[in-house]
């Protein structure tokens, strides 16, 4: 049997103020240890990269414990059973774990969940296949509840889960309005994804294309932005609209001073008053037991070519902070994907 | 038949900007003109001053048409028919209407429910058996829901919806924790109420309180207040919370400049994500199909002595503007009503 392994990771060096900085994050090796009983040795293949990971990174109390200091950054991975010591894994086995931002990973096999390579390429997994899609999904199917002939609306449209958004939402009968930076991306969405509009955020007459896209107000707001992007939808909001608030990649950085010295709150609160709003933050796993239906779904989507994505692949482990920075500067086209080993 | 009587009435005179003035109001008078076939007469008795209406005085687009410039105030009322052309009607009997800020109304039936005098005071139809008590129970059954042991509260607990709302939650077996303003009023909701736990925003140590009173979190926070007490509540929210937003009283007066510089809304939408909170404005007849069951639960509470309610009648109809303009300040203590005539 060949020496144990090196384990290449990145570490939270320290935790950011506003933006991540390259110095935030810190790499190191580490000897891999020999497994216990019941456990396997994982070499990680790929891994993604999600803006929930922002808030991971802050101390600040939610619905999960943040990466202590020096820990490794956590994250989805697809991983190859090298070793094993637990009779449910072979040697060569394709596993989706939550191993983050490193190159080896030792599991119980408690958290592991086999993939069939032939089914579906094995990044769909981290996408429109996991955590993703079943984000957009659940969120639509739960909270936004489109019906039939309904406006939809979501931003970062060309992204993993806004892609997923808007496509199942006209699956599901409703019109979808994505909203992207820059020309490139929305004539994707529209034209790619199919979208029934697609506006530019970085336009200076954004607001007025939105309201232009959306001449009967919106009905379905999924929330995945946050900031300007926010202030412009809510206004053309409609009565008993729903928003469903699965990410805020405008806020996660900023604590940031009233823009034209005005609270906002008052305004939206008495929104949500007025035309009987649900405004409903989510996360998937809330939803867990519609993981079934989701992946049968889904699958059934994108073989009937419905359901369409795009990915970002970035080669190397040691460029994963560099591309999650980037991710939430909007830098990212598609699904980002850090291909860590083959 | 003795002549038509004279109406006295007020209008909205102008648009408040910010808090409503007394010039924003005129009195006027107008002979009552005769009644078509199917109509009714009738002469107010009590008017019911609400938040509400505040909002009316707006232009803004809201779930109800803004009273018109020269329109007769808008407003919940207990009448006695005086003539009737309507042979479900007769002269004596008592009713509900929503007949507005004046003396003597017309209608021709179809918004009037009879009530019966000797079931219980008829204040009451206007307050903790009317559209108050209502929007306490439909906020609290369909969206607060709040479980056995878990912590409610609501602002403006010695009002009429607040106190209504603490006290069905601890009908269905939560904690209540309500928030007024000043020692009395305190006293009053946790001696008198049975509340808990009373809060006085007025305090210095307001938010220490509260999060002291709230020591497991806050499950469902009653919005009806909005300001200052919802920047003390949200930080307090547990996961899941909810928020029925039924009301915004400080809201309802102003857009104000951010009090330290920062714009509260992204901290608040953090809040709704990492927390997976749900925000829900509402207005009770949304859930009208619920009040045979309300008349039937809350009758019965009443009786048995587990739901109590106080009323601030003030004298004459010439006095609404201030007394309305009071109760946006907080000046009431209890339901206020105003006694139009015997």
């Known amino acids: 049997m060949p020496a144990l392994p090196t384990s290449n990771r990145i570490v939270l060096a ?37 803006p929930y990971m922002r808030g991971r990174m802050d ?41 983050g931002w490193q190159s080896h990973a030792i599991s119980n096999g408690s958290d592991l969940r086999k993939l069939d390579p032939n089914q579906a ?8 296949l996991g955590m993703t899609g079943f984000t957009a999904y659940a969120g639509l199917r739960n909270i ?19 892609s997923a958004v808007g496509q199942i939402a ?30 530019d955020h970085r336009s200076r007459d954004f607001a007025t294309d939105l309201a232009a896209a959306c001449s009967n107000g ?38 940031r001073p009233a823009a034209d010295g005005y609270d906002q709150l008052p305004a939206v609160m008495r929104s949500i008053l007025r035309k009987s709003l649900t405004i409903r933050g989510f996360i998937q796993r809330e939803f867990a037991d519609q993981r079934p239906d989701f992946y049968r779904e889904a699958g059934a989507w994108i073989s009937e070519g419905r359901l369409k ?13 560099d591309a999650f920075i980037g991710l939430l500067e909007g830098r990212n086209f598609g699904k980002l994907i850090v291909h860590v080993a083959s």
Chains 1, 2 share one sequence.
Not at 170 to 196: H, N, P, Q, S, T
Not at 309 to 321: K, Q, S, T
């Open 14 to 50: 320290s935790r950011p103020t506003g933006k991540p900085v390259s110095e935030n994050f810190r790499r190191e090796q580490e000897a891999v240890r020999d497994l216990a009983e019941g456990e396997v040795l994982l070499q990680i293949l790929y891994l993604s990269l999600d």
């Open 59 to 99: 101390d600040a109390k939610s619905y999960a414990k943040p990466v202590e200091i020096n820990g490794v950054m956590e994250g989805g991975t697809v991983a190859r059973v090298l070793r094993t010591r637990n009779a449910f894994f072979a040697p060569g086995d394709i596993v989706l774990s939550h191993s």
């Open 121 to 128: 390429p094995l990044t769909t997994a981290l996408g429109v």
């Open 218 to 255: 919106i009905d379905v707001y999924f929330e995945n932005v946050g900031g300007d992007v926010w202030s412009a939808v809510y206004p053309l909001l409609n009565d008993f609209a729903r928003v469903p608030v699965c990410g805020l990649i405008a806020h996660y950085n900023e604590n």
């Open 170 to 199: 006209r699956i599901f009968g409703a019109r979808a309005v994505g909203i992207a930076g820059g020309r490139e991306k929305c004539d994707y969405v529209r034209d790619e994804l199919g979208f029934d509009a697609a506006i």
């Open 144 to 162: 936004g509840k489109p019906k039939v002939g309904e406006t939809v609306v979501v931003a970062a449209a060309s992204g993993a889960v806004g």
């Open 309 to 321: 994505y795009r990915e970002d692949i970035v080669e190397g482990l040691e460029n994963a902070p």
